[in-house]
């Protein structure tokens, strides 16, 4: 057999290409098309009185201009409501151009096109917006008292609400012999790739087919969307997704209102049409997360071990609601986490106010839901004066009770059953790796050396790879190369590295010899997306059975050419030949050759053909009733539910006494993602989304003024981490494989992000000796809130200052949030 | 059920588009193209001593120059040959560009590209080529002769020499009561299509994808041969063929010159490229057809049956032979038509001449093989004074002997087995047609008005729908609008129309909400393409098949939805029902919502679903592990052999004593292409078919003079008839369907044309009362003809001298020859 290539860690094959800047980005396409670009909104809440292009219509090299007015039909509707969901109670969603109201800043009026960006942009600006100024709701309580409105009609800013229960939350709480009750927030964030949305669009007249090119997350989404929406069957509509810089989650949102206006025109222009998003663009008119409040009762034994949970949510989901409700669906079930909750309810309020959307951002509300979770565990562990991981450890659904159902039901509507996972053994490991029993010992040394440090760790538990499927096909050329397509996009990860070695191994041929194609409709039209840690497990899946299903007809062609048995016959680096007998064999390219009864005369690959049968058995025909020419396999891989990851990480940090200063001293990692397609590639993701985790933590946050304005919409004020602020990562891996798909893996792709805040308040937390109920934090924050400890204002974490856990009252510990 | 579509005479749907100009034909593409233009040979024979491109330099808009210099690699190679065959003896084809010799008039030297075609043409007409002139070989009798080479390093100029023999021919003659012999002549002609040939390529250096327009007949083989030429793989190549003005077979040859130069320069300048042909560059540089001589020695007995028949062929495949001898096998092996013909030996031999390539045209070697067979037939019948029906009938196969064996190699490598077909009944139906036992009395009285009539007929047997096999793809859109492709190419066949028929009854959907793709390679890359009337039987059954699919994968879905048995619904009207109850029903664009578990919020028809099964049982994945999202069909229909269409062609025709102008008075024929798709369409086929019957043997003609220079390379002087010298054609059918296909059906699209030469010369010897031995005939040459047999240098026809046929020897047959 070739060399296994699953589980090595092989060099990312994408990344000669990528690094050396010859990547092809979208805005590195249509050359000779024209550009958009947009009118948007400088107010969060105000009428549009009237557009006046007057002026605008000077411009030298100016091609059309549209707002509301000039759109029809489906075009002239709201965008789509893409996830509907019965809790939703009143789904507002915006117009691809504001009509009459616009209800945040940063959303599209009208849009211009010219013959290069200068000329669209000089158009913009002098394109007169009379607006009629109205009060902004800015903030979940503002949200919440409701003493205005986003949206006319409403009676309050609702719009969602939702309740899931198991068992009778509030009598275990009331019934347990202890009780605390925090209230937390997560602020809002943002994905901030570093390639923003663009769409460019080609009509073709001739053959009525749109080709459209996106940085989005979800091809065949954005083919469906903008077929609905431009009148097209689908099958005029391709879809293909460029290299892109990064997506995070906010490219799987679709039909932006740009996505759909830049064909629109194209058409309508009958000449290519183009707009690459600028970063300001990005940041107040594509989408954030993050932000909630909590309000957390939990009730629990003397161990630790919890009995009933409640949990309240608010969450902000900004000025519409054209993704759904998955982000506070997430959050209210994955927050259990690795734990039995015991009777658990949990209850999400979602809430429009005059920002930009919120749309899932890597970890999509499991952030916010491990923060609850975790800050629940330490607060248990401080109060009862147990030792953290002894706690966590009290409450672990156990290896044996796999598969665990937590009696939810998930953002897919399935339930939520945990397949795998062995969370005593990830907890030793994660222990053992950053010394948590050490470390007692080393907070000594250092308080003695004038310096204060903390340990904190935090458990997580991810739904991935969720349905309902994708598909893979696989190809050999006559060439002998082998083409892979799946429909799923990638932003980067590593896909056409990894869907390359689940081919090499399934078929036997080296990886040189594949090449992979993602996220183009003309390659595969069944599809659903890239988000949610799918990747691999779908994708990756399709493809291996799609190989199969190509072995299977190699093999039984290559028997009837070398007159084998087809199970003595095996696939090696690209040759299919009789086991035990290299010398007699058949090159995979020969066999696609003879695969097809249509011989050229002229193809090298034909010649080589000829000396095995020249299909001259007058008495069958050439392709038989149940075969197909060609040497292709396609297959869809479709699973019952998701797969579930898990992870454990831990924090050192040290606090400047005098700055506040927050310094990572070490950042340890236990990652189960099942079985490792490719170590390097999965590490690579955990550290990306570790250095996200650390920024949303301590750095990056959407500063918003009453007004509804982004105070810090550019790189400028957006503090992004240099790789300075972001600590080395120290990893270990458990594999525990998924029982539900062919290859036993999970989804690794947000993982690393997930515990950010959670595991660094523990750690701040611990060197402070003060609860943390609140990230991010900034060293201006911990600086207050020492004033507010040293005040008295803020009570002690009571392990820390000595005392009993029951010295505490539930009232008291109420106090501290 | 809805209307059969299958068998009813439907208006072409595509003709609304068609002829109210708004087709979409190859020029009509590419406006921002690059123009290319050819440099081509103005002598039929020369060395290339230089090409002096300087003074083009000047030209304004000149882009670039390419001659064979400028090529490697496999560009430099000469062009495949395309279909090779063991009895080619030495098959020459020529470059891309001329390398050092030119071989015949029009053949390219250079190319030209510029930003339009008048900048084009003007750096031709400045490109000056240095030839030194060879002499020439013109002419079936000079190439034989082989005083001189066409190519040098030949020993002679027979490119191909094949015989094949059952039994011994020449024994079974000499045994025979009777023999006779004759030498035939058949001249070149043109297909000569309303449009020309054309390219128009676009390189995606993005996607590294190239995307070819071309007027060809196979989308498959011009991407298999520009991959292959360009060195790029079969999956970076897409053809798509859009309107095309007529093929009549001179678009099956591939690659042309032009439609390698063309993308090979579109990639190299990364700059689209378009070349249309004009008129004189088809004359010149394309291909003809036709050119035969035919010597025939044939044994029978009294009743004219045939017991040895020994053909000799030369055939004229002008400089090269890159399309292989189709034409002559197919001469040599269809001339049986529908008779026994005893011992058979036909032997040929395919001559290089410094003219322009012969490959197949309308017919492809049936009207020489018709010609000379029906010659023959007459022969016989008028040397034993019988009548010419009679003399047929006595060698007609018999319905029951069908499957009928003649037992030689045909086409496609596959035996010559006859599928179907009663001659007995067609003759029949051809003698009430046109009245034949009435035709003496109305010679008479003809005659009485000084005027002189005759009647002939011919017989023909059409191998169609070879394989090896086309594919089909119907799909529903969740529109409920079915998409249907099929690969092979449409040149204004009606594919539209009857494949859309074909595909409305098995589903059970209005014609009106079908639509009809052919020739895309992105649709259905598997496929061969359109020649041998192979358009209906092949890609008609395929789409059948595919349909069937389609069907019983609706049905499942929609007896899911319905909660019923599959067993017990019907598609109507594009509805799946319960039979008997109109009322339960779901339309199938519902059922596409259906058959795809990823459904879409702002689809009208995913709202449309939403009454039905909603993907809520949990423990089945969404897409079963046999089953594929989509509501779609594809399969490939290839048959054992071809199937055999047949018929039968009488004309009465008056020549005008004076003038001997010949006019046709009255044109029948009988018709058997067994189950008709579309009776209008069919006779469409026949009609054009007998047109061009009518040019080839009355008009067309390729006027070579004996330096190889084309006297009429235009359509001032190559006289194509006008409506007012085509003959109202007179049309009856029989069906006798082929058990071949699942719909019963064969070819149609060349038959007309085929007897044409045949029936004419057999109605032009009856009105005059001499010999015709050579085709086509204009009225100078009747006119010579009088005039040698009023000198006695020809020899009356016997019967009508009222001789037995006894009383002519062999020798004095011969002499009349």
């Excluded at 091609?63 to 109670?89: F, N």
Aim: glycine share 10%; net charge negative.
């Amino acid at each position: 057999m070739t060399t296994k290539m699953f589980g090595a860690p092989v060099q990312r094959t994408e990344d000669e290409r990528l690094v050396t800047g010859r990547g092809g980005y979208l805005d590195d396409l249509g050359a000779g098309a024209y550009a958009a670009a947009f009118v948007r909104s400088p107010h969060a809440h105000a009428r549009i009185r009237d557009v006046d292009v007057m002026a605008a219509l000077d411009v030298d090299g100016l091609v059309a201009v549209y707002t509301h007015d000039d759109l029809s039909g489906a075009m002239a509707e709201p965008l789509p409501l893409l996830i509907p969901h019965p809790a939703i109670l009143d789904g507002r969603t915006p117009y691809a151009l504001a009509k009459e109201y616009v209800h945040h800043v940063g959303e599209p009026v009208a849009m211009v096109v010219a013959r290069d960006r200068y000329a669209a942009e000089d158009a913009v600006e002098r394109i007169m917006v009379d607006y009629e100024l109205l009060d902004p709701v800015v903030g979940i309580d503002n949200a919440e008292r409701a003493e205005r409105v986003v949206h006319a009609g409403m009676p309050d800013n609702v719009a969602a609400h939702l309740v899931q229960e198991v068992g009778d939350a509030s009598d275990a709480i009331a019934a347990a012999p202890h009780t605390l009750e925090l209230d937390l927030d997560i602020e809002r964030s943002a994905c901030t790739p570093m390639e923003g949305r663009g769409v460019y669009a080609r009509w073709d007249g001739a053959d009525g087919m749109l080709r459209l090119y996106s940085s989005t997350q979800t091809a065949s989404g954005v083919r469906a969307a903008v077929a609905a929406k431009l009148g097209l069957e689908l099958g005029q509509v391709e879809v293909v997704v460029p290299d892109v810089g990064g997506g995070f989650g906010v490219k799987i949102m679709h039909p932006w209102p740009e996505e759909l206006m830049v064909p629109w025109a194209a058409r309508l222009l009958g000449h290519e049409v183009k707009w690459a998003e600028d970063r300001r663009e990005h940041f107040v008119s594509a989408a954030h997360e993050r932000g909630q409040h909590q309000r957390v009762r939990a009730g629990f034994d003397d161990e630790g071990r919890l009995l009933g949970l409640d949990v309240r949510i608010l969450h902000d989901n900004g000025a519409y609601l054209p993704y759904g409700i998955i982000v506070p669906i997430v959050t209210s079930t994955q927050l259990l986490g690795p734990y039995k909750p015991g009777a658990y309810r949990v209850e999400f309020r979602s809430l429009y106010t005059n920002t930009v959307i919120v749309t899932p951002y890597r970890g999509a509300g499991r952030p916010q839901g491990v923060f609850a979770m975790e800050r629940t565990m330490d607060a248990i562990a401080d109060y009862l004066g147990r030792d953290r991981t002894q706690v966590r450890a009290a409450n672990f659904i156990q290896p044996d009770e796999m598969p665990y159902d937590q009696g939810l039901l998930f953002q897919d509507g399935r339930p939520l059953v945990y397949d795998s996972g062995d969370f005593p053994a990830s907890l030793a490991k994660l222990k053992d790796l950053i010394g948590w029993d050490d470390f007692e010992s080393y907070r000594e040394r250092a308080r003695a050396e004038g310096r204060r440090v903390g340990i904190g760790l935090a458990c997580y538990v991810e739904g991935t790879g969720p349905g309902p499927y994708e598909g893979g096909h696989v190809q050999v050329e006559t060439s002998g190369r082998v083409r892979v397509a799946t429909g799923l996009t990638s932003q980067g990860q590593g896909h056409q590295t990894i869907l390359a070695q689940i081919v090499a191994d399934e078929l036997g041929v080296p990886m040189s010899d594949i090449s992979v194609t993602t996220g183009d409709t003309r390659r595969m039209p069944y599809s659903v997306g890239t988000y949610a840690s799918r990747g691999a497990v779908m994708s990756g899946s399709a493809v291996a059975l799609a190989a199969r299903r190509l072995r299977d007809k190699a093999l039984r062609i290559a028997a009837d050419a070398l007159e084998a048995d087809a199970g003595d016959l095996e696939i090696t680096d690209g040759r299919v030949q009789v086991k035990g007998n290299p010398g007699a064999g058949i090159d995979l390219g020969t066999v696609a050759v003879l695969s097809n009864p249509l011989r050229y005369a002229f193809d090298e690959a034909s010649k080589a053909a000829t000396q095995f049968g020249g299909g001259t058995d007058h008495d069958r025909p050439p392709v038989a009733d149940d075969d197909e020419p060609g040497l292709e396999g396609t297959d869809f891989y479709s699973p019952l539910r998701c797969t579930f990851a898990n992870g454990m990480h831990a924090a050192i940090v040290e606090t400047d006494p005098e700055t506040a200063e927050i310094t990572i001293l070490r950042y340890c990692v236990v990652h189960d993602c099942g079985k490792l397609v490719n170590p390097l590639i999965v590490e690579g993701q955990v550290h990306g989304g570790v250095a996200q985790g650390v920024a949303g933590a301590l750095y990056e946050r959407m500063a918003y003024d009453s007004g509804g304005q982004l105070l810090n919409a550019s790189f400028m004020d957006f503090l992004v981490p240099y790789a300075s602020e972001v600590p080395r990562i120290e990893i270990d891996h458990l594999e525990t494989p998924s029982p539900l798909n062919p290859l036993g893996i999970k989804g690794a792709g947000e993982a690393g992000v997930i515990p950010g805040a959670a595991v660094l308040a523990a750690a701040i937390e611990d060197a402070e000796g003060f609860p943390i109920r609140a990230m991010p934090i900034s060293p201006s924050e911990l600086f207050h809130l020492r004033a507010g400890f040293a005040a008295g204002e803020i009570r002690p974490l009571h392990r820390r200052s000595g005392d009993t856990a029951r010295a505490l009252s539930h009232e008291q510990e109420n106090q501290d949030t």
